[in-house]
């Protein structure tokens, strides 16, 4: 009987293992559980890292993070930390019910110009963030500095990243056309290999065939194929990147500074069924001649932020 017994109790605890081996470690509400399947299909889709990640393990250890959520809302921590494991350091979450943020309302950074010596031209390409009439304005400032210095005496020009945190790429690859030739200057590339041209003509930048910036007063540069000295720091980001990526491949050029901040990655938004927002990397950067980055951009010559214009005048003038 003490044996029956015995086998009876092994026999039950066996089967409550593998019960309990097969229950879910999380108990969250279904309206939670579905919102965070709705996220995770969605980066699994999308995202630059998506042939890295183990999805089974990834969507459970979310799921575990959102332990006892019973709303929507509960799941947003979650949410943020599914960002997080992506591990692309670009994309974002943006909740549809906001909360206070400090770093909003933190002025931005002015950005001043270098002086450099005569016969060396110098041109700070800096964050461009706003409207049409303000990113119209961007490219002006930059065509107009650019025009005052186009003499034929420039033994070269210093293009200046420095601080180039990122905003809307395209005006400034519309303001950078005095430097280019028509035609490619750059990619974005999916995991899939799937790609989408930069294009500049004409004052034009073009994203494949579309159109997102112009600029309406396109001018030559009097001395072609000059020397360009490109500065970069750990602060040149985002958009900032693309504009070093945009200037690799050309002839005469060389990078000065620090490695940039490392997100060279292209990002699209997607809209939640709550509302919320997910600005999601989606494609690494890639040059003209179709190298790829997605990281940091390393110059040429490793130096401070404060060496590389120093630098940058001394290999122009020799």
């Known amino acids: 009987m003490k044996n029956v017994f015995f086998l009876f109790c092994t026999i039950s605890y066996i089967l409550c293992l593998f019960s309990c081996k097969n229950q879910p470690a999380y108990s969250l509400h279904q309206k939670s559980e579905k919102y ?7 980066l699994k889709t999308n995202s630059v890292n998506k042939n890295k990640i183990d999805w089974d393990v990834f969507k459970n250890e979310v799921l575990q993070f959102a332990q006892g959520s019973q709303s929507v809302e509960d799941t947003y921590p979650a949410i943020y930390f ?3 494991k992506l591990g692309d350091n670009h994309s974002y979450f943006a909740p549809a019910v906001e909360t206070e943020d400090p770093d909003n309302e933190k002025p931005l950074p002015v950005l001043t110009d270098e002086t450099v010596p005569e016969g060396i031209g110098y041109i700070r390409f800096p964050f461009c963030i706003g409207n049409e009439e303000q990113t119209q304005q ?36 519309a303001a950078a056309g005095p430097f280019l030739s028509n035609g490619v200057q750059g990619y974005f590339i999916t995991p899939d290999n799937k790609t989408t041209r930069w294009e500049y003509k004409d004052g034009k930048a073009l994203s494949d065939t579309i159109m997102l910036a112009q600029n309406h007063h396109v001018i030559s540069l009097h001395i072609k194929n000059p020397k360009i000295a490109v500065l970069i720091d750990n602060k040149t980001a985002s958009s900032g990147e693309a504009m070093a990526v945009v200037f690799k491949g050309l002839p005469n050029v060389r990078f000065f500074g620090e490695k940039t901040y490392g997100v060279s990655t292209g990002c699209n938004s997607f809209t939640l069924s709550d509302g919320s927002r997910i600005n999601l990397a989606t494609s690494v950067f890639a040059d003209r001649n179709k190298n790829k980055y997605g990281e940091s951009i390393t110059p040429d010559l490793a130096c401070s932020s404060e060496a590389a214009l ?8 020799n």
């Not at 965070?36 to 969605?42: A, G, P």
Request: proline residues 2%; hydrophobic residues 45%; charged residues 20%.
């Open 36 to 42: 965070i399947e709705e996220v995770v299909l969605l």
């Open 82 to 84: 599914a960002i997080k």
């Open 138 to 173: 961007y490219i002006s400032s930059i065509t107009d500095k650019l025009a005052t210095q186009n003499t034929k005496n420039r033994k070269g020009w210093i293009v200046d990243l420095r601080n180039n945190f990122g905003g809307n790429m395209w005006p400034m690859l």
């Open 310 to 317: 120093y630098n940058a005048i001394k290999w122009i003038e």
